[in-house]
């Protein structure tokens, strides 16, 4: 078929051109191309089908790359992710692959092993991303692969980051700024825990928390403050500062249900709070007892007994308090508050230190309130962790601020030891028990354990004998409002008439000896006062050589400017100084370079008791109530009774006083105190607190409002050891009555036993966690109970375990003794060493043998060789002189019941210095027993000839052979001592049985020997 032709250009065959060039560009529109199609013959399938361009637009060009891939891409690899913020992840890749069509990312939220799914798709040549809108400080994990059209490559990775936290911000008040958060009923709590991280920044703006309570106190976290009493405008809650200590405080108003409503009981803390220094703060209330912290660690506790007011209407508040109408603000605090958080239940120590140093972002039990003023910007603080209560912000002075440490670092205390034996009331103890217990410390370490122990031999008890208490008398001395020295003087008169029937053994007064202090010079009241106590120490009236013990301690009214502590008491320490008392034997000392601050230390029914008087100071210096510390250290065995003017208010219980309450939190610690009187507040008041199973009363009392400024009414109380009760009274010998209500006629428990104190045992140091501590306790008596117990400290805290109690075996008998060596016809050596050997017993055990020597036989005069040994059974002697062949020996057995027994030798033995026959006569032919037996090394061997003889000692073994030769030859008359070194004819001896043979006139004479080398 012939070639059809479309265009007269040939087009030639493309093969025909380089490769470079193989392509061909055309101009638009496009060029008709002639082409001849060639039909194929039946004999070649095979033909050229050539054409031609046509026109003159084209040029030639570089073809098509030709490069189409069917395989899919190589992975991509060094896959890393990095978060450089709370929200956002950075991802990087290296790209080693030609052919992908793009990069798959996959996320997982469950962790590296987690489920992944895509999370985005990336073009071809990429080597990053930006994973953004992330949640703050959690893990997120990725894995990248290529694409193309002909597949996936393998993952690479996983690769992780966690994003970090999200700013941590804090609110910064200054000036009249604060939160109000209004009265939400959640916050309406009978039970609560208040925390806060808050750091003083200035000085503030005081408000007093109502009555009975903290008259400066600067606001933290808020719920009320002071309005008006005995209603539901009494406060809830209050946290803040004590401005006049510079100390953490608390306060609440007491609520419906309570003694007195609408009474605050106020706790205040021991730790000075410096300016710029973060700190955690809390306060819990568990319905009767406070429990106040700084750090995590406990600062107070109180015991207030009663309600809080729990449907306070007045609002919830940061940095102020706020009145019921919800705008009068009261207080500022000047400083940063963070992370604070209100709880409806009094969390413990442990609770409070878990989560102090952590902010809380899930709901917990418990939680009603968490604001983590973490906002950062505008006027919004928002509740969060599943809380709902939000305020504002009023006042413009605060800025957000980078927020708290959460850095705190606690200290636990050891566990408190636990008992390992003796049994608790185990009977038929030893007299040299050993006491063990486990020790553990949450902190790992070491730790020191000591042990207390004493007897329960209590005595019959003493006599009844009795403390005066004398309030306020500046209306006396002062001859004020009625009061005349009159009647301070029959008070005195009285104490000293009726000293010996009521066995009055000390006189404390309260406080307030005068009105007037210095008086601008004038010093009348004070010779008044002088006059009064000359009664009471007056040997002539009193009939002691020193008088009835008694101290005057300084009140408001006694220091010039009043109240003043850091004022002047000039005829307080002329009157009543250091002079008038030194030299007494009662008198123990003074703090500083005056008597404002003094201890007195007196006895009375076989009871010692020490008093510590503290001058009035609404700011108790540290340095005194150290100096009080360190007496009831010193003092720890003696009973210790506290005065100072202002300790508390009125009531049952009544509120500590600011100066009360540091005394107590100093001293509380020690477990001789047990009392502590004041006066100053008119009225009466008493209230108990416990810390560690010590119990402390506190007693108030003072008349001075009531009729001719007092009217003569004294504290009389009586202590009675045979009930252990300390019973008050109330009597006035200027009336000659008492008085009988419930305030004023009342008892108080307190053992007064004769029980002795506990005395240490002994002290184990380095004590590993976790592990046994052991102690003997020796000399004990039979049949006698016995109290135990233990600490464990770690350096910062020493915790005390339980007392533990047993009872010792009753005695059987006195010991056995008895001689087992020498105890008869042995020989030893002058300068030799010697074995002493005794057998001694007892039921109960031997506590000591002692061993004597007598060298005139057994009725003559015996020497100490030893005394007080342990029970070991022997005793290496080297033998003194003179020689003897008369000696005895002597052991005497002690058993802790002091019991004895002893034993002698059951004939003599010799001592012999080596020289043959000095003073002594031979009657007969003799060989001594080997000395010592068992031999070791070598032993000495004695015998005896009346006269000169041939002599022959050998030494045999079991066998009948001779092992060694000792003596072979003429010896003179006497006695003669010969020493084997343990050698013989074929060197060193072995151990084993051995026979001395002794031949000499025709007899033979045998001694076993055991030899030990």
């Given at each position: ?10 087009l ?39 054409g ?9 060009v570089t ?18 992710a990095?978060?450089?913020s ?5 991802l ?8 992908e069509?793009?990069f ?25 991303y ?17 694409v ?10 996983p ?11 804090a ?14 009923a ?5 039970t ?12 503030g ?29 009494d ?6 500062i ?13 609520g ?17 709070i ?7 703060a ?16 406990l ?24 009145r019921s ?7 500022f ?9 209100i ?9 409070i ?6 902010q ?10 968490r ?32 927020g708290?440490p959460?850095?705190?670092?606690f ?19 030893g ?10 410390d ?25 403390l ?11 001859e ?41 010079g ?5 010779q ?10 007056n ?61 007195d ?5 076989g ?7 503290f ?37 049952n219980?009544?509120?500590f006083?600011t ?16 009392l502590?009187?004041?006066g100053?507040?008119?009225?009466e008041g008493?209230r108990?607190?416990?810390?560690n ?14 009729t001719?400024?007092?009217?003569g ?24 009555q ?7 006629q ?17 002290t ?22 016995y109290?135990?117990?233990v ?40 300068g030799?060493g ?28 015996y020497?100490?060789?030893?005394t ?93 052979r001779e ?8 010896y ?10 343990g ?15 002794l ?13 030990v080398?």
């Open positions: 078929m012939p070639r059809k032709k479309f265009m007269s250009t040939v030639p065959s493309l093969s025909d051109v380089p490769l470079v060039t193989r392509g061909i560009a055309f101009a638009t529109p496009p060029v008709p191309v002639e082409t001849v199609v060639p039909v194929p013959s039946r004999r070649n399938q095979h033909s050229t089908v050539n031609s361009v046509l026109g003159s637009s084209y040029a030639w073809g098509s790359p030709f490069n189409i891939s069917t395989t899919p891409p190589a992975a991509p690899i060094e896959f890393g990095d978060a450089p709370n929200s956002q992840v950075n990087s890749w290296s790209d080693v692959s030609s052919n069509s793009g798959e990312i996959e996320r997982s939220t469950s962790g590296i092993g987690g489920s992944y799914s895509l999370l985005t798709t990336r073009p071809a040549n990429s080597t990053s930006s994973d953004a809108g992330l949640a703050s400080s959690t893990e997120y994990c990725y894995r990248i692969r290529a193309n059209g002909w597949g996936a490559s393998s993952y690479d990775g690769a992780c980051a966690t994003t970090t936290a999200a700013p941590a911000f609110l910064d008040f200054a000036g009249a700024t604060y939160v109000s958060f209004g009265d939400p959640v916050l309406d709590l009978a609560f825990t208040v925390e806060c991280w808050f750091r003083r920044d200035g000085t703006t005081t408000v007093s928390t109502g009555t009975g309570g903290v008259a400066n106190a600067i606001p933290l976290v808020t719920k009320g403050t002071s309005e008006s009493d005995g209603s539901t405008v406060m809830n809650f209050f946290l803040g004590d401005d006049a200590t510079d100390r953490l405080m608390a306060d609440m108003e007491e419906a249900g309570g003694s007195t409503p609408g009474l605050n009981h106020p706790v205040i803390g021991t730790t000075t410096a300016n710029g220094t973060w700190h955690h809390g306060v819990t209330y568990n319905g009767t007892t406070w429990g106040l912290y700084l750090d995590g660690n600062e107070a506790t109180a015991s207030p007994g009663q309600p809080v007011q729990s449907q306070s209407i007045q609002p919830a508040a940061l940095a102020t308090s706020i109408d919800g705008t009068t603000t009261q207080g605090f000047d400083g940063v508050l963070d992370e604070v958080r709880w409806n239940v009094a969390r413990s120590q442990a609770q230190q878990g989560t102090a140093n952590a809380i972002a899930a709901p917990q039990s418990g939680l009603v309130a604001w983590a003023l973490d906002e950062g910007s505008g006027t919004a603080v928002n509740g969060s962790a599943g809380t709902t209560v939000n305020g504002t912000i009023g006042g413009s002075n605060y800025t957000w601020v980078t708290a959460f850095n705190l670092s200290n636990m205390p050891p566990a408190a030891p636990t008992l390992n034996a003796p049994a608790h009331m185990a009977t038929g103890i007299l040299s028990p050993t006491l063990s217990v486990g020790v553990a949450p902190d790992g370490g070491f730790v020191t354990v000591t042990y207390y122990g004493r007897a329960l031999t209590a005595g019959p008890p003493g006599a009844d004998f009795t005066i208490g004398q309030p306020d008398t500046q209306y006396y001395t002062g004020l409002n009625g009061g005349t020295n009159a009647i301070l003087l029959s008070i005195n008169n009285w104490i000293v008439a009726n000293r010996a029937s009521r066995n009055i053994a000390y006189v404390a007064t309260l406080g307030d000896c005068v009105e007037h202090g210095d008086n601008g004038n010093d009348i009241e004070w008044r006062a002088d006059a009064g106590y000359d009664l009471i120490e040997p002539g009236t009193t009939g002691l050589a020193e008088g009835i013990p008694y101290g005057i301690t300084v009140g408001n009214h006694d220091q010039s400017p009043n109240g003043d502590a850091d004022g002047t008491t000039n005829f307080y320490n002329q009157y009543f100084g250091v002079g008038r008392f030194q030299g007494r034997t009662y008198y123990g000392g003074h703090y500083g370079s005056n008597n404002d601050n003094w201890y230390l007196f006895s009375a029914s009871m010692d008791f020490i008093v510590i008087s001058e009035y100071d609404t700011t108790p210096d540290q340095a005194i109530l150290d100096w009080g510390d360190q007496l009831l250290t010193t003092y720890s065995s003696r009973r210790a009774i506290v005065l100072s003017h202002y300790l508390c208010g009125t009531g219980p009544a509120t006083s100066q009360g309450s540091a005394i107590y939190n100093a001293l509380r610690a020690h477990s001789n105190l047990f502590m009187m004041a100053h507040v008119p009225g008493r108990q607190d416990t810390f199973g010590n119990t402390v009363n506190t007693v108030m009392s003072d008349y001075q409002s009531r001719n400024g007092g009217n009414w004294t504290r009389i109380m009586t202590f009675s050891p045979a009930n252990n009760t300390i019973q008050v009274e109330t009597y006035s010998p200027w009336l000659s008492f008085e009988n209500d419930a305030d004023s009342f008892s108080l428990g307190y053992t007064m036993s004769n029980t002795p104190a506990f005395q240490v045992i002994g184990n140091n380095g004590v590993a966690s976790g592990s046994n501590s052991q102690r003997p306790w020796t000399g004990l008596l039979p049949n006698t109970t109290e135990w117990y600490t464990a400290s770690d350096g910062q805290t020493t915790t005390t375990g339980p007392t533990w109690r047993f009872t010792t075996a009753a005695d059987g008998g006195p010991p056995t003794a008895q001689v087992v060596s020498p105890n008869g016809n042995e020989l030893i050596s002058i030799a010697a074995s002493l050997q005794w057998s001694a017993g007892d039921d109960l055990g031997v506590a000591s043998v002692d061993l004597f020597l007598s060298r005139t036989g057994s009725a003559g005069t020497e100490t060789i030893a007080g040994l342990a029970n070991t059974g022997s005793y290496a002697w080297t033998v003194t002189g003179p020689p003897t062949v008369n000696a005895y020996l002597k052991v005497v057995a002690h058993d802790y019941a002091t019991n004895t027994a002893q034993d002698l030798s059951d004939a003599s033995f010799r001592i012999t210095d080596g020289v043959v026959g000095v003073g002594e006569k031979v009657l007969e032919f003799a060989l001594d027993p080997v000395f010592p037996n068992p031999a070791p090394k070598g032993a000495r061997i004695g015998f005896a000839l009346p006269r000169a003889a041939q002599v022959r000692m050998s030494l045999l073994d079991v066998q009948g092992v060694a030769r000792l003596a072979d030859g003429p003179p008359a006497g006695r003669h001592d010969l020493k084997w070194n050698r013989g004819a074929g060197g060193a001896v072995s151990s084993g049985l051995y026979f001395v043979r031949e000499v006139a025709g007899r033979t004479f045998i001694r076993r020997m055991a030899f080398n």
